[in-house]
């Protein structure tokens, strides 16, 4: 099997997974959290986009990643309130201008 269907199928079985969290999230009991269905929701389009190999080869994917990091950082912080995932909304925001410079510029400055 090549690595871009195992990348494929990696993709889609960790959106259906977080699909099904999210299911069991909606029908458990007690007070649903509305916020959390806005992570849920972010991570399944994120990893459901993720699964096109056109997606993840496109130039600005790790951007794409990086605000959706971003994205459910902020989600977080919101809701908790919480200094230390204020503090990853600071740095996750500083990654995504990053990663936007590098698909402007083509280039992998401060990648791992």
């Known amino acids: 099997m090549d690595?871009?269907?195992?990348?494929?199928l990696l993709y889609a079985g960790a959106a259906a997974l977080l699909a099904i969290v999210g299911v069991v999230f909606a029908v458990r009991p007690g007070g649903p959290a509305p916020w959390a269905y806005a992570l849920v929701?972010?991570?399944?389009?994120?990893?459901?986009?993720?699964?096109?190999?056109?997606?993840?080869?496109?130039?600005?994917?790790?951007?794409?990643?990086?605000?959706?990091?971003?994205?459910?950082?902020?989600?977080?912080?919101?809701?908790?309130?919480?200094?230390?995932?204020?503090i990853l909304v600071v740095f996750s925001t500083i990654g995504t201008l990053v990663e936007l410079y590098n698909w402007r510029a083509g280039t992998t400055y401060l990648r791992l």
């Open 41 to 86: 929701a972010l991570g399944i389009v994120f990893l459901g986009l993720s699964s096109s190999p056109r997606v993840r080869e496109h130039d600005a994917y790790n951007a794409l990643g990086a605000a959706t990091a971003t994205g459910v950082c902020v989600v977080a912080y919101l809701r908790s309130g919480v200094l230390f995932v204020g």
């Open 3 to 8: 690595e871009q269907r195992v990348g494929t």
